[in-house]
Every structure is written in C-alpha cells, then in structure tokens.
C-alpha cells in the first residue's frame, strides 16, 4: 500500500499548493473585478443572466457609487440554458436578479413562478408596449432587440440586384440558394425568424411559406456563429472563409457592430438590413424569488431602468433602450435600422405551441 | 481507495442520479415506463443508430491512420519528434468552434479540395469523421505511443532469431503487449466520438444529431427532463456495455511487461520501408493536423490592410474590447493556466490514487470502480452541469458560485484519463522486482521508489499532460461558472466569436492561436521534465 500513500502525500500536496495558487489569484480577481471600493459581503448584489450580459465597468461602479451596492455577475450559457438554470434551483437561487429572459421564454418564467413581483421605479418612463407584465409587476423590461434579415451591400450591388425587403422577398427567385438561418429549435435568432414567419403568414400559412423558402434553397445552420461568421459572406469571418450566402438571419444591431469593430472604421456599414423581416424580442429581468439580498436587487432593477444604464447599454449589448428620453448612440442611429412594424406574438401563444411549431418545422426544413 | 470514491460520489454520482431522479421521478415514483415511450419515439432512434455508427466508423478510421503514428513516434527517432509530439495534441484543447471554422476552409466551398478537385465535404458525414480523427490522432499517438516505446524491441528480435518471420514475431511478442493500451485508446476515441458535440453540431449541421447533441436539447433548451433522463441512462448502458468488453479483453492479455528506457528503444529509420512509413506518417500530420492549425494562424494574421500582428495588439487592451470583456483578454490566458493547473493536481490526485487501488486489488467491486471511473467521459457535461446546481446548494457545499466548481468539473474529466494512461504500465510493474528489493532490505517506501517510481513516471507525466490538455480547452462546465472578470480562454474566444464586426473575429483567431501556443509549450515543458531525470534510469 505504499504507491497508494506516497502517491497520496505528493498529490495532495501538489493540489493544496496549487489551489493556495488559484485561490491568491482569483480573490484578487474579485476584488479588482467587482470594482467596489466598499465591497464588504453583504452589499453585493448578484444578477445572473446569460453570456450575451455586459456592461462597462464605469457604469456598474456608478451603481456601487449611488446605492453602496456592488455588483457581481453571473454568466450562465446562453439565454435558454440560463434560464432553465433558474428554474431547477427556484427557491434556492443562486443570485438575486435575473436577466434575460425574452418574450420567447416569458411564460415559462412565469408559470413556474420564478420571480417576486416589484414594481421598479421609473416605470412610467419605459414604454408601455413592452411591459407585457403590466398587471402584476413580476418581471422588469430591459431592451428590446429585432431580429431581421440582414444582406451583403457588395453582393447585391455587384449583381445589380435589390436586396430583399420582405418575408415574401425570400422565397422569389431573384434570391435562391442566398439565405441562411440558424437552426429554431436551438439557436433564438433562429426561433425569432421562425416567428417572425409565423406572425405574418399565420399558424395556417407558414408551412406552406417554410416550403416555398427550401425549395428556394434556404440554408440551415446550427448557431448564430456559424450563420455569421462561415456563412454569411458581409461578415469579416465569412469574407475570409469565402461564404457564398449574401443573406443571413442575425440583428438589426449588426451593421453598427461591423463598423465599430472595424479599423479603420469605414464610411458606410458593409451590409444591411431588410426592415419588413424583423421579429422583436423583448428582454426582462426579475427579483429571483428566494433571492438573499432583496434590498439590493430591488436597487438593481431600478438601475436598470434608470438613464444611465439604459444608455450604457446599446454599445455593450447592441440592443435598444426601453426607457423614453434614453439617448441612442450615433452610432445606431446612422448605420442601423428599427423596424417600423416589428412582428410580435404573445407570449403565452409561444407557450403554448412553441413546441409544436418547432417540431413541424424541423420535420419540414431540417430532415 | 477511499479518496477516489468519495470525489466521484459527491461530484459525480450524487449529482447526475439527481438530476436523472428529476426527470424520472413523478410525485417520488420511479416512472421507468417513461423510458420505453421516449425509445419508441422514431427520431430518438435515429439519433441513436447514427451516434453509435459514427462513432465506430470514427474510432475505426482513427486507429487506421494514427497507428502507425504511434509507431513511428514510439521507435523513431527524427528532428523535430518532440516538438511534433507536443502539437499533434493541441487539436485536443482547441474548441469546436474554432475547430469547425478551419475545417470549413479546408473541406467546405472555396476550400482546399475544392480548388483542387471540386470537392466538397460540408455536411456531409466525412467532414465529421475527419474532424474526429483530427481531434483524437493524440488520445491514440500518447497512449499506445507511450506504452510501445518502453517496450524491449530484444524480445522481438528474439523471437526472429528463433525463427519466427517478421509478422509473426510482431503477431506473438508485441502486440500482446500492445493490445490494452490500443484498448484503451480505442475506448477512450470511441467514448469521444459517441459522446461527440461540437463537430456533429458545427461540421454536420442540424441534420445530424448524436445523443449528447439531444441531451443537451432536451436539458438546456426544452427543459424537458424526462426525455434527457432517458437518454443519459441509455448513454449510460452504451458506456457500460463498451467499458464490460473493455474488461473483458484486457483481463484475458494482462501480463508484466519488461518495460524500459524509451530512449534506448528509438532510432533513426533504417530502409526504404522505414523512411517510406515515416515520410507518409509525417505527410498525414500535415495535412490532417498541421494545415487546419495553419489556417488559423493565417486567419489570426490576416488584417485588412495586409497581414500583421494588429489583432494580438488589441487582445492587450480592455478599451478596445469595452462592449465585450471587463479585462483584456490575454488576461484570459492566466485563468486559463490558473484552472488548468488545479484541475491537473486533483486528477492526479483521484487518479492515481484510484489507478493504484486497481492494480492492488482483485475483484468483482474493484472492476466496477474501474468502470465507474470512466463514465464521466460518457456523461454529457450540461448533465453534470445542471447536477451540480440542484445537489451542491447547501452549505457546506454551496459551490455553485464558487471557482472550484470549474476544476473540479474539469478533473472528472482528466481523471479517465490518468487512471487509462497509468493502469497498463503500473499493472506492468513485475511484482517480483518490488519483492526482490525488498529481500535486499529496501523499505516498502524505497522499493516504491526505485522500482515503480521510475517506471511510471512516464506514465504519470502522460497522464498529467492530457489532464491539463483537457482542462485548458474545457468549455462546456466552465461555460456554466466562468465569472465574467474571469474569462478562460476557451470562453474568450467563443464570447469574441458571439460578436459580428472585423476586430472580434480577428482577435477569436489569434486568441486561438494563442491557446494553441499555451497548450504545446505546456506539454513541451512535461516532456522536458522527463528528459531532464531520465539520468535515474
């Protein structure tokens, strides 16, 4: 039995040593990342929310400034895994607020009863049309995002063709084998355009609309990365991977990102967007039932209303503020779109036959 | 033995019975009849057949082109073998991701076969295969490698001199001695490929589906416990099946190996057969291994105005990556090497502990151990994942938030491999060496010193070297806990790939890079150390 604990010893030792060594480092990551200047234990406040969450330092240490809060941050998967996450451990959270969770998975939130109704103050400045939990107050609307059809200017200039407008754009013939979409039953753009189908051709139509788009050569991807970077060929990755669909399903926000991450920065967004596609996709956030700091969470969710954040948020996240008088930057403003008539359905109709859409439609267009 | 059991009840057992509990429970019933409805479902069975044909003809097509691989690395020496040896590992930490997008370059339109023949192998099953023996050519170039190399090649020209032909000498001395590290390799690629995500997801496209791919479907997206429960049970019976085979043919082939320096055993090639096998290996590492990193390097050079470092420039700074990260990302390299490590030390820790329990011990119990070690390979990580968040929520052992959780999801995966790599060449160990040091009056702490020390370093160095390749590149668990300010690479790369725009595609390409880089000097540096202390032999 000697191997066994002489193996023991070394090991052990090598694995205290080594943890000592995270140990060090990580808790001085705590410290410098939180950003606090007070950051004793109880006034931290956890928000956990998917990987797509950022905000910049500045303004989450205005936060600690204004209420003595510091902010920690959970990044759990993306948005679906995230809040699956939430509702295995309802009760006993790991955090105090949840972001993330959009009109698509609103009624799953909420059946399984996962937040403590607050009413945020400065909710009379946040437009009413997406507060769709107006009644009862459970859940907190952050951003609104669309989810569109975007297209590569160089492609369709270069072939003097019009890019595409509409859903009924797609399936001509003008546009075969160019479009590209993320698989709806794993991907939210991807389930946004389905969606988005579905609002403007109705439960009725849309099969037939998802038929005439694969016999026009639609192709399907699994995530958004693939679509954009492999795929797409306006994106900087698809143009280096010599991708040969000048049609994607990503966000109206997209353009804007291509010319900020872009050096130099150039005059004119390389690709754009086709408005009568768009889905919109609301995100809320909520006072996690069970949460430990309440006190803190009900700051959190009055902060992320507030003008500050709002405005912090569009270039962080590329998406648009809720709160009226929330300036955009100009950055949006000249290179990207809002859709004038987003598409939109209920969120308890997703609930209820999210499901089964998915279902046909995979049947349909994927097998 | 005790310290094995425990790390894999708490971290292991006791979270996925849990969550599949969750799943199959109604009302604290056990509800097995949901098992024959989910089976019966026509898509769930195609899922199925196609995971279990994909992975053998993966494993197959591994073994067929790394093989000879192990052989040329095992008994050759040439320049450049080191530094060889350490990147054909690197395709094992890199994510899939990343991987998908060479691959895409080199199989997809516009590609390399299609420039030169017109062939494409995007979404087709191909790309999927190749992809697999790209990303396991190591897993079976280490372990059977390792063992072939410390083997005595005098016992096979021994056989020769007694008359036995080229084949035959090779048919009865060596590959009997081979034969369980090529089990082990074989289980270890077939358990990848079975279990595969990333590459079906990525290269095959949604057509294609595996069970992990299905489990992570029903758990993360659909939250439809009941029908993954089922499915991490039939993973669970598949694994078990392989891993009772597995058993089965080691138990009937295990004898004490002479084992020696692998320094003495290799030479430069003799012969026109010899160059000939050693030129072909070399070319299919190019192609296969080497180009696909290649153009990711390209690709990480790659900016608008010509090629240059820009795009390593701005992993420097956090202003240029305000909307993305809270710190620079090539901070994300220090996380990295931070979790890795600790993972690496509680790997060795349970694995070796648990490989020396194994080689002691007899017995029905002790074999099912073994098995036991292995499942986590077959156990999807967001089974785990989701585990670990209904289980590990009360104090003492609320990890939910804490950083271990991400080496300890790590090391359940390192640990297979310590105790594979360990267990052929410690149960190798000829007992009768220990028993005639201690007839000269070693102490038992002695005799392990000179005697199995020495022989298992190697092993353990292996060992070490994969635990630590397989935390570096771990993504699916730390996915779950990384905390934003904390990044590992891996995860900094997928969250630069999440943003469209020039400059985050760019900087997900040379971090790539960079994690490619981190990885093969780490295992250079193993190797090093052994080089160093051969003088002990």
Redesign the interface.
Known sequence: ????K???VT??A??I???A??GC??SD??G???GGTKGSGSKTV?LVSH????A??GVLKEFTRETGYTV???????A??AL??E???KG?P??DVFFGVDNTLLS?ALDNGLFTPYAAKGLGQVASDVQLDAAKHRVTPVDTGDICVNYDKKYFADKKLAPPKSFDDLAKPAYKNLLVTE?A??SSPGLGFLLGSIATYGQDGYQDYWKKLKDNGVK???????A???AFSG???GK?????RPLVV?YAS?PP??V????PQPKTAPTGVATATCFRQIEFAGLLDGAKNEAGGKALLDFLISKKFQEDMP????VSPVTKGAKVPELFTRFGTTADKPATVAPDTIAKNR?QWVQSW?SLV?? | ?A?PVAFFAVFFAYPVVAIVG?GLKDGGVWQFGRIGEVLSRPDIREVLWFTLWQALASTALTLLIALPGAYVFARFDFPGKQLLRAVVTVPFVLPT?VV??AF??LL????FLDDLWGVRLDTTVWAILLAHVFFNYAVVVRTVGGLWSQLDPRQEEAARVLGAGRFAAWRRVTLPALAPAVAAAALMVFLFTFTSFGVV??LG???FSTLEVEIY?Q?????ALPTAAVLTLVQFAAVGAILAVHAWTVRRRETALKLVDPAQTARRPRGAGQWALLTGVLLTVLVLILLPLAILVE?SL?L?GGHGL?YYRALGSAAAN???F??APIEAI??SL??A??A???A??VG??AA??L??RAGRLVRGFDALLMLPLGVSA?TVG?GF??TL??PPLDL??S??LV?LAQALVGVPFVVRTMLPVLRAVDGRLREAAAVLGAS??R???EV?LPLVRRALLVAAGFAFAVSLGEFGAT????????PTLPVAV??L??????????QAMALSTILMLVCAVSLLLLERIRTDRSGEF
């Open positions: 039995m000697s191997t066994t002489k193996l023991a090991a052990v090598a694995a040593g080594a943890t060594l995270a480092g990580s990551d705590s410098s990342g939180s956890t990987d797509s969450f950022n910049s330092k920690k941050v959970l990044k759990s998967g993306d679906g895994a699956n996450q509702i295995l451990t006993s790991r955090g799953r698989n039953a794993t399907v991807v699994d995530g958004w990365e693939q954009y970077n492999e994106s900087a990755g280096k991977a010599k991708a040969d990503s997209s990102v291509e900020l991450y872009a050096d270039l962080n996240m590329f499901e995979s994927v097998k | 033995m310290v969750r991701v998908g997008t895409l370059a997809g339109r516009g590609g997801q990525i496209g949604p057509g479907r758990t993360a997206q659909l939250l690709r790659d608008p820009g305000s909307g993305t809270l710190v220090w996380n931070r979790y490590l600790v690496t030390a509680i060795l820790v070796g502990l020396a329990a080689t002691r967001v989701f968040l209904i929520d009360k939910r938030t950083w271990i080496p038992p702490l005799a392990w010193r199995d996915v779950f806990i990384a905390r934003p300010d904390n997928a969250r790939l999440g943003r469209s725009g020039d400059l985050n595609y760019g």
